[in-house]
């Protein structure tokens, strides 16, 4: 009998010193496999791992079973915690509205304990300063997310606040006279609101002038300033913000007719035929264009599988992690489809108006509150315009594509409302430039352009339609696409905060001093 046990025993503990030996084989297989798979943790790979990945581009990573309109919600669960970060940046992605609460009464007390300051002008720009900022502060920790959470929702939520108050400062400008608005303007910059001369670029136009033979190629030179790069970045981004090449392409070549068409308003659109065509629409426009379609081709065909930071076995892996932050975390692409239906045309139509009323407005609003073209403000107007439009293109085309969604977004309601204001400023203030009369062969070619956009969409859509018949099957599969869209978003904001947990912290602990 006794013998019987020790055998038994002695069978259980190297069934046992078999299991570890097991154990420890994977563990460190895995860790060599963790190494190889580093290189590829974030970036595109070949094939789509088991993991559900993140791409919306690729029919195999979809939930939704086959063409049924049933949601794969088992699927789902069990690829649930793919979508999370894993504790990685769980503790920034709260809203720590208590935090926030105390800090601002923080400061508010230190200013109510400060000496009073007679100075009537500096306290209202202070207190007009401090006002905006706790709105500011107040929007970025309630305000609910937007469609885009990378590299952080607090930034989406800030670039909205502050269209929120660039809004209410237009509004302000509006019930202002000309020149109180540009005295205004120098309580941001005392160098703003002086009278100032529009560069003309028309003139000579020769690309080698015979008249300089110590410089024959001056005109070139004069026409490479700030603009050219500004020109072929904004095009990149504009690229990313459309996502689609014939938008693109309308919208570039449409501004250069109305430079033409404006020319006699503003000296600044007066160009020569070769900076219009070949410097600003084929190689800045053009190249801009270019890049940014390589971008949504990338951004389309990447794999957007995504590990948490403690998952990550090497230190390469995490940096990695960390600088994809700041890139998507998942891809829509857009399709207009403006031909689909008489209403999906007419939208489209109403966005490339609304691109060329924002483009328009950049340069009347310098030309009417006389900012110099250079000045930081403007820039400042062009890099917050460019998350604004991204937000509100988003939210547009979700509600023209998504049949679940009927309310109109709100960052694109407050751009429409930003650029209509703008309108109206320049209108107020240039009446007397925009009230100039158009040259008889400019109203000849917009007219016969019109009445040719509108034989065009009687005849597509009324006599001889060529439209895509909109059908049952194809609501259902955009309702598909968006439930999956939205069920990836809503999954990206880590519901537990395990950062500063000291209990998660103990077992992370235990289990290396196991693995040693």
Known sequence: MRYRKEKRRHSRRMMESEKMESAERRRVEGGQEGEKED???????DTPGPEFANDLSRSDSSPIIGNSP??????????????????????????????????????????????????????????????????????????????????????????????????LGLIFVLYQ????????????????G???????????????????????????????????????????????????????????????????????????????????????????????????LQSLKYFSMKIYHWRGLWNIPTYRGK?????????????????????????RWFSVLAIIAMFLITELNTFYLKFVLWVEPGHWVNLVRLIFILPWGAVALREVFQFLDDPDVTKFGRQSWLFLSIVCTELLIVIKFGWDTVTIP????????????????????????????????VDNKDIERRREHWIQVRAIETKLSPSESRLFDPQFFFNKFMQRTKED
Request: with cysteine; net charge negative.
């Open 39 to 45: 290189e590829f943790d974030l970036l595109r790979d």
């Open 70 to 167: 049933m949601h794969d919600w088992e699927s789902e669960k069990t690829t649930e915690k793919e979508f999370f970060d894993d504790g990685t940046m769980t503790y920034f992605w709260r809203a720590h509205t208590l935090t926030t609460l105390v800090f601002m009464i923080c400061f508010l007390l230190y200013e109510a304990l400060s000496p009073p300051d007679e100075d009537m002008v500096d306290n209202t720009k202070r207190g007009i300063v401090a006002s905006l900022s706790a709105f500011i502060l107040l929007g970025v920790t309630v305000t609910p997310d937007g469609p885009f959470k990378r590299p952080h929702p607090a930034i989406w939520r800030l670039t909205f606040i502050i269209s929120i108050v660039y809004e």
């Open 177 to 192: 006279s000309a020149s109180g608005a540009r005295q205004l303007l120098k309580h941001i910059d005392p160098k703003l």
């Open 194 to 292: 002086e009278p100032m001369e529009e560069k003309d670029y028309g003139g000579n136009c020769h690309l080698y002038d015979h008249e300089r033979p110590d410089d024959p190629f001056h005109n070139i030179k004069d026409k490479l300033d700030l603009f050219v790069p500004l020109h072929f970045f904004g095009w990149w981004m504009k690229t990313l913000l459309l996502r689609d090449w014939w938008l693109c392409w309308v919208v570039s070549v449409m501004f250069e007719l109305l430079e033409y068409t404006l020319e006699h308003q503003l000296p600044n659109f007066s160009e020569c035929w070769w900076d219009h065509w070949i410097m600003d629409a084929l190689v800045c426009n053009g190249l801009g264009i270019y890049c940014g």
């Open 319 to 343: 940096l990695r992690r960390i600088i994809a932050q700041f890139g998507p975390y998942v891809w829509v692409d857009y399709d207009w489809k403006p031909l689909s239906s008489l209403g």
């Open 438 to 469: 158009f040259p008889r062969h400019v109203i000849s070619m917009w007219l016969g352009f019109l009445v040719l956009l509108v034989l065009w969409t009687v005849w597509n859509f009324y006599i001889n339609p060529h439209t895509f018949k």
